[in-house]
């Protein structure tokens, strides 16, 4: 793939991670939820208090319409946990919601990089590709999303939208 080339797993997914993944292929609906409920707390885990709170605090500022504040306590959080992928989603989605798609994309890179099963930062790129008209490539990392999570939400109609869309134009 075009898009994901240059996003190569550096950490292994934990045997919980692994687990949560192989039962996330064979559920129905309504186990998918729970599941991945489960992978995004294991994602959340720091394994620092300190950094869990940073990723809270951003978090925080986000729900509360303050992603510029959010950026703030998420770059500090990716400055002394570097390694830490949800960190790095989290300030994508900060940068996300203040339209700065650059930034965006680079943190989701990072993402991808430290976690290449982040159906979250892929969902996420795929809608800012839509947004930059971009459609292919949307398309692209909404299908690379679908492998990973075929219950991830909204994808499987952005994935239909756009290939309606695409139907008689060259791609």
Same mark, same amino acid.
């Given at each position: 793939?075009?898009?994901?080339?240059?996003?190569?797993?550096?950490?292994?997914?934990?045997? *919980?991670?692994?687990? +949560?993944?192989?039962?996330?292929? =064979?559920?129905?609906?309504?186990?998918? =939820?729970? !599941?991945?409920?489960?992978?995004?707390?294991?994602?959340? *885990?720091?394994?620092?208090?300190?950094?869990?709170?940073?990723?809270?605090?951003?978090?925080?500022?986000? &729900?509360?319409?303050?992603?510029?504040? &959010?950026?703030?306590?998420?770059?500090?959080?990716?400055?002394?946990?570097?390694?830490?992928?949800?960190?790095?989603?989290?300030?994508?989605?900060?940068?996300?919601?203040?339209?700065?798609?650059?930034?965006? !994309?680079?943190? !989701?890179?990072?993402?991808?990089?430290?976690?290449? *099963?982040?159906?979250?930062?892929?969902?996420? +790129?795929? @809608?800012?590709?839509?947004?930059?008209?971009? @459609?292919?490539?949307?398309?692209?990392?909404?299908?690379?999303?679908? =492998?990973?999570?075929?219950?991830?939400?909204?994808?499987?109609?952005?994935?239909?939208?756009?290939?309606?869309?695409?139907?008689?134009?060259?791609?």
């Amino acid at each position: 793939m075009l898009v994901l080339s240059s996003c190569l797993p550096v950490a292994a997914q934990t045997d *919980k991670l692994d687990d +949560l993944f192989a039962r996330l292929q =064979k559920a129905d609906e309504g186990e998918a =939820k729970q !599941i991945e409920s489960d992978i995004w707390m294991e994602w959340s *885990k720091s394994g620092s208090p300190a950094m869990d709170l940073l990723l809270q605090r951003g978090k925080d500022a986000m &729900a509360n319409g303050q992603p510029d504040l &959010a950026v703030q306590h998420l770059t500090a959080l990716v400055d002394h946990a570097p390694d830490f992928a949800e960190g790095w989603n989290a300030r994508a989605t900060a940068y996300y919601q203040l339209g700065e798609f650059g930034p965006a !994309i680079a943190d !989701i890179g990072k993402v991808l990089t430290l976690n290449p *099963k982040h159906f979250g930062a892929l969902s996420g +790129l795929g @809608s800012i590709f839509e947004e930059l008209g971009k @459609s292919a490539q949307a398309l692209e990392v909404y299908k690379a999303t679908l =492998k990973i999570d075929p219950h991830a939400p909204g994808v499987e109609e952005a994935v239909s939208r756009i290939e309606t869309e695409l139907q008689g134009k060259d791609l």
